[in-house]
C-alpha cells in the first residue's frame, strides 16, 4: 500500500466516522423520545452529550492511531483494535454519564453505539469497495520491491501479500541480494512506477545508504528499512532527533511514554471502580459470611507479591486455605489439602481474584499485566530464565497474556515457566490499550467458557 493510499483512506475514514456516529446518535434519541412531546435536544441538554461523543471520539481514536495503522495490522486485528476503541469509547461515554448531573438515557446510550458500530463497517466496506474500483481503473501496476532474506523479510512479504487494499494494481518483486540495487530498480522501473522499496537495514552500508536515498528521493520512491534484529524486532522501536542525528530508542515497554502510562492508569481506575461498585459491593458480604462460617481465619489473605520495579506489595485475595505456616513458601497444587471446600470452588472459579481490584485502585496492581509471583518464587525462577525481571518492568495484573493463552494457575515443569515467562515479556513490551482491552475480553469469555 503506497502512502497516497493509507492517506486518503484515512481521511476518508475520519469523516466517515464522524458522520456515523452523528447519524447514530440522533437516530438514537429519535427512536428513544419518539413519544415523548416534553423531549427537547437543547432543554434536555443532549447537545452537551452529542459534543462530548464527538471530541471524545476524535481524542481516543488519534490516540490510538486507527486512522494510521492501515499498513501495520492484518485486517482481522485491525478490524478488532477498532471495535475495542469504539467499546473503550462507550466506557468514557458512561463515566461522562455518571460525573454530570444530567443524566442521560441509557437506552440513547445503546442504540448510538450499536448504530455507530454498524453504521461505521458498513459505510468503510462501501469506501474500501469505491476505491477498489479506482484502483482497478489504473492502466498501470505500483511496484514493491523487497530486498534480502530470511524470516523478518519473508513475514514482510507476507503480509503485504495478505493484507493490501489495490491487490489489482500491485506487484511484488523480491530480490536476495543488494549487490547492484540502483542498477536493478532502474532496469524494473521502465515496466512499472515503483512505489516502495523494503530493504534489510543489516545489508546496507555507508556508500549504498548515499546512493540508494539518492535515487529513492530523486524518483519519489518510499524507502522502508526492515530492522531485522530479532531480539529488538519485538519491541516498540521510536525514533528521535537529537540536534541534526536521528537517534533510534529501544525503551523498557511502551508505558516508559508518560502518555500511555496515564491511559493505562485511567483505564485501570475506571474498570476496578465499576467492579466495585457492581460487583464487590454485593459479593463481598456474602463471601465473607461463607468464609467465616466454614472455616478458622480472616477473610482476605494478603501475601507479599513482587511488583512494579521489583518492589514488594501486599496482594489481596479472598482466604481459599486454613491458616498455616507454608503459605508464604510453598505454592498451592490441584490436590492441596491445605485448601478448604468452598477454597476449591472460589479459587476454580477464580472469585478468589476479586479483592485484587482493590490493588489495582490502590495502583499496586493493574487490571492487565504479568501476574505478581511470590518473592521466594521471583528469586527462584531469575536465577532459572535470562531476562526474567524484564517483566517487572510494569505493575503486575489480575490477569494477562499468559493466562488467556492457557498459562495460568500453578507452575509445575520448566515448559510452563518459559512459555509464561515468554508471554509475559511480549506484553511488557508491546502494551497497548488494545491488547488490555483484548485480554479482558478472553478473560470473560474464558471464565463463562470454563464454567457454563
Same mark, same amino acid.
Not at 465473607?288 to 501475601?303: C, D, E, N, R, Y
Not at 526474567?388 to 520448566?414: V, W
Given at each position: ?20 456516529? %452523528? *447519524? ?16 427537547? $435536544? ?9 459534543? $462530548? ?31 475495542? *476503541? ?16 444530567? $443524566? ?113 528521493? %530523486? ?21 528521535? %532527533? ?37 460487583? =464487590? ?60 471446600? =468452598? ?85 511488557? %513490551? ?23
Amino acid at each position: 500500500m503506497i502512502r497516497s493510499h493509507k492517506y486518503f483512506l484515512g481521511i476518508y475514514y475520519r469523516f466517515n466516522d464522524i458522520i456515523a456516529l %452523528n *447519524v447514530a446518535f440522533f437516530i438514537a434519541t429519535s427512536i428513544r423520545f419518539k413519544n415523548e412531546v416534553s423531549y427537547g $435536544f437543547l432543554e434536555d441538554n443532549y447537545l452537551a452529550l452529542l459534543i $462530548f461523543i464527538n471530541l471524545s471520539w476524535i481524542l481516543l481514536s488519534q490516540s490510538q492511531k486507527i486512522y494510521g495503522s492501515l499498513l501495520f495490522y492484518g485486517r482481522k486485528r485491525y478490524f478488532l483494535r477498532v471495535a475495542l *476503541v469504539i467499546l473503550f469509547h462507550l466506557l468514557v461515554t458512561i463515566a461522562f454519564n455518571g460525573l454530570v448531573k444530567t $443524566f442521560y438515557s441509557r437506552l440513547v446510550l445503546m442504540y448510538t453505539f450499536i448504530g455507530f458500530g454498524g453504521l461505521m463497517f458498513v459505510a468503510r466496506a462501501i469506501i474500501n469497495m469505491i476505491y477498489k474500483s479506482y484502483l482497478s481503473r489504473q492502466n498501470e501496476k505500483n511496484l514493491i520491491l523487497i530486498v534480502g532474506d530470511g524470516f523478518s523479510i519473508q513475514d514482510v512479504e507476507t503480509f503485504l501479500t495478505e493484507n493490501s487494499i489495490d491487490e489489482g494494481c500491485q506487484k511484488i518483486i523480491k530480490i536476495e541480494d543488494a549487490d547492484n540495487l540502483v542498477a536493478d530498480l532502474e532496469r524494473l522501473k521502465e515496466d512499472s512506477p515503483i512505489s516502495e522499496v523494503y530493504i534489510k537495514i543489516s545489508l546496507i552500508n555507508d556508500e549504498l545508504m548515499d546512493e540508494l536515498t539518492n535515487y529513492c528521493d %530523486n524518483n519519489f520512491i518510499r524507502l522502508r528499512l526492515v530492522l531485522d534484529w530479532q531480539r529488538l524486532s519485538s519491541k516498540m522501536i521510536e525514533s528521535r %532527533n537529537l540536534s541534526h542525528t536521528t537517534v533510534i530508542s529501544i525503551p523498557l515497554t511502551p508505558l516508559d511514554d508518560p502518555y500511555n502510562t496515564l491511559l493505562k492508569r485511567s483505564f485501570d481506575i475506571l474498570f476496578s471502580v465499576f467492579i466495585i461498585a457492581t460487583v =464487590f459491593s454485593w459479593l463481598f458480604p456474602i463471601m465473607a459470611l461463607i468464609i467465616k462460617l466454614t472455616s478458622k481465619g480472616p477473610v482476605f489473605f494478603k501475601q507479599k507479591r513482587t511488583g512494579v520495579d521489583n518492589k514488594e506489595f501486599n496482594c489481596w485475595k479472598f482466604r481459599s486455605m486454613r491458616l498455616n505456616e507454608d503459605s508464604d513458601r510453598i505454592q498451592a497444587t490441584k490436590n492441596d489439602d491445605r485448601i478448604t471446600s =468452598f477454597g476449591k470452588f472460589i479459587r476454580s472459579t477464580s472469585l478468589d481474584e476479586f479483592p485484587q481490584f482493590l490493588n489495582v485502585f490502590r495502583g499496586d496492581m493493574s487490571v492487565v499485566g504479568p501476574r505478581p509471583h511470590m518473592l521466594k518464587h521471583t528469586e527462584e525462577y531469575s536465577q532459572l530464565i535470562g531476562n526474567f525481571m524484564n517483566r517487572h518492568a510494569i505493575k503486575p495484573g489480575i490477569t494477562g497474556l499468559a493466562q488467556i493463552k492457557g498459562y495460568r494457575g500453578e507452575i509445575d515443569d520448566s515448559h510452563m515457566l518459559t512459555n509464561r515467562v515468554r508471554l509475559d515479556r511480549f506484553y511488557v %513490551n508491546n502494551w497497548s490499550l488494545y491488547l488490555d482491552l483484548k485480554i479482558v475480553f478472553f478473560t470473560i469469555f474464558g471464565v463463562f467458557q470454563d464454567h457454563k
